[in-house]
């Protein structure tokens, strides 16, 4: 699988300027479990090689994870498939003394 080029700031604010301003931003984490986290700090930095990027950090506090993901979110993010529940199976009635 090929890896995903990278968002740039201006393709995050692009994106961003089309939501609800007052709406929270949560993380979406780990694909394979996915979780929900708070934003809590945007921080400018440097990588490995010199080269200027943007973090974007969970908060330290307890409550810093929300919990599962929405699954509508992974199914957007791609990370599951959409699922639809099984139908429902009639019960058959049990009676006493195996009749």
């Not at 921080?43 to 490995?48: P, S």
């Not at 979110?73 to 009635?93: G, I, K």
């Amino acid at each position: 699988m090929e890896p995903q080029p990278e968002i740039t700031v201006g393709e995050l604010i692009d994106r961003l300027s089309a939501c609800d301003r007052d709406a929270p931003v949560r993380l979406a984490i780990n694909p394979f479990f996915p979780m929900a986290h708070r934003v809590a700090d945007v921080v400018a930095g440097r990588d490995e090689a010199g080269r200027p990027v943007v973090f974007i950090a969970e908060g330290r506090d307890e409550d810093g994870q929300l919990g599962h993901l929405p699954p509508d979110v992974a199914v957007a993010l791609t990370w599951q498939e959409p699922t639809v529940a099984p139908p429902r199976r009639r019960r058959s009635v049990r009676r006493r003394g195996g009749e």
